[in-house]
């Protein structure tokens, strides 16, 4: 066999369809959009339109939940480019390797939510790490070579001022306490009571 024999199995290579060159292709006139009409134009999007009865996607309950809004972003660095930053004496390693110190490096651009440690590479230096994630690997490879992975836990942020029920609450609270509260305080649930004799103080005969 030579290069000149090699050739496409048959039926790979077909034409490029002409439309609208004529009714004898089967593709002419209309070009294979039917008659008139909005699926006739272009720049219109009807895939899920059922006729004005509830689509299929609105009928099928929720479920579930996506984390996107509330997601911590960190960075991701294996350890065999923290080994090739250390080799080139941008890494201190009687320092703990924080996301600063890598941000120093030139490791990664900005800090983000913290650096998470993944194992692709190999270290040979005794490091000692402070970072938020670290896969399974990644710990096996820095505790081989002597070192420490210390997982740090994301501090919680409070809002500023209080939002939904806690801005009402705190509302309230600014009003002077309990809706009614203090007022109901002393009068029976009844309605009007009798007063509550004094104990010991004797009756007339």
Known sequence: MKLNQIADRPGARKNRMRIGRGIGSGV????????????????????????????????LPKR????????????????GKV??????????????????????????RRAKGGVKLLGQGELKSKVDFSVYRASKSAIAAVEKAGGSVKI???????????????????LEAAKGGDKGGAKAEGKPKGGKGKPAEAEGEAKPE
């Open 28 to 59: 002419g006139k209309t070009g294979g959009r039917g008659g008139k009409g909005q699926t006739a134009r272009a720049g219109v999007a009807i895939n899920g339109f059922e006729g004005g009865q509830m689509p299929l996607h609105r009928r």
């Open 64 to 79: 579930g939940f996506r984390n996107s809004p509330f997601a911590l972003k960190l960075n991701e660095i294996n350890v």
């Open 152 to 170: 740090l836990t994301v501090p919680k942020v409070e809002p500023a001022e209080p939002k939904g029920k806690n801005k009402r609450k705190a």
């Open 83 to 108: 080994q090739a930053a250390i080799d080139a004496g941008l890494i201190d390693t009687g320092q703990p390797v924080t996301v600063d110190a890598m941000v120093k490096a030139g490791l990664m």
